[in-house]
């Protein structure tokens, strides 16, 4: 009797076995799932120390005065933020006193300054850009004189492109100032209607009009100075700076510098401090 027993009880674990598996089929078995890791317990954050009050006791007033301004800044920041959280009379005080410091400190460097210019005028830009009237009228008429004169010198060298369409309202008063700007420096302007000379357009990247183009007489290189309307005055500038950096006489860090500006404190390639070994 004991092996129908047994082969009835080997049986139940078989079809045991067999459900277990299929039952799990979808999970464990035939996905390979893994049980979830432990995540590692993360350490106790450590309580920062809660930072010292700053005071105004525990400085002298020359300790503050010769702070270094990191330090001065940090300092003062500080004292706001307590004031702002305790608001007590000791606390504004304090706070009001290190401003009174930093606006005479802000003071003595504005003083400093206005000695060390006036007995180092050549550190200055008064020179190149004088603020009283009569110096700013000279100044003035000094930047007119060399516009004129570097167009009117070029003009036979150099040339507008001006791109345009017939149905530009814009292009219409563009043409009134390029009218003015021929008749006082002679140059060409070469008129391009972007609607039927496209391939010229696109050999300039011109999309909108109107726009102008600066060229030279045997040099593939050319220079925009215009897209959209602009005025006389702001066509002569650009074209007079087109014309000196297409020459070489400036470089495009130094393309705001007039020739009459040269050595002064706007000539970016003028060295003030030379070497100490340098005779």
């Not at 010292?52 to 503050?64: A, C, G, H, M």
């Not at 004129?148 to 369409?165: E, G, M, W």
Request: aromatic share 12%; glycine share 4%; with cysteine.
């Amino acid at each position: 009797m004991r092996w129908p027993l047994m082969a009835a009880a080997m049986l139940s674990l078989s079809v045991s076995a067999s459900a277990s598996y299929y039952t799990d089929s979808a999970t464990g078995w035939w996905w390979y799932q893994k049980e979830p890791e432990k995540q590692a317990e993360k350490p106790a954050r450590k309580k920062k120390p809660a930072k010292p009050v700053p005071s105004l006791k525990d400085y002298t007033y020359e300790q503050i005065w010769e702070m270094h301004p990191d330090q001065f800044q940090e300092f003062a920041e500080a004292l706001k933020k307590k004031a702002v959280q305790k608001p007590s009379e000791e606390n504004v005080k304090e706070y009001f006193e290190v401003q009174e410091i930093a606006r005479k400190k802000a003071l003595a460097f504005s003083n400093v300054a206005q000695f060390v210019w006036q007995k180092y005028p050549e550190l200055t830009t008064k020179k190149d850009y004088p603020i009283t009237t009569p110096g700013n009228l000279a100044r003035i008429s000094q930047i007119n004189e060399e516009r004129q004169r570097v167009l009117r010198d070029n003009r036979d060298d150099f040339a507008l492109v001006y791109f345009q369409r017939p149905d530009c309202s814009y292009c219409d008063e563009q043409s009134r100032i390029l009218d003015w700007f021929t008749n006082e420096t002679g140059w060409t302007v070469k008129k391009v209607n972007i609607s039927e000379n496209t391939g010229l357009a696109a050999k300039f990247s011109v999309e909108i009009t109107p726009t102008l183009i600066l060229i030279q007489k045997g040099n593939q290189d050319y220079l925009p100075v215009s897209a959209g309307v602009i005025s006389a005055d702001e066509i002569e500038d650009k074209a007079y700076r087109a014309v000196r950096l297409l020459r070489g006489d400036i470089s495009p860090e130094e393309y705001s510098l007039y020739e009459f500006q040269k050595g002064g404190g706007f000539d970016v390639k003028k060295r003030r401090l030379q070497d100490k070994n340098q005779p």
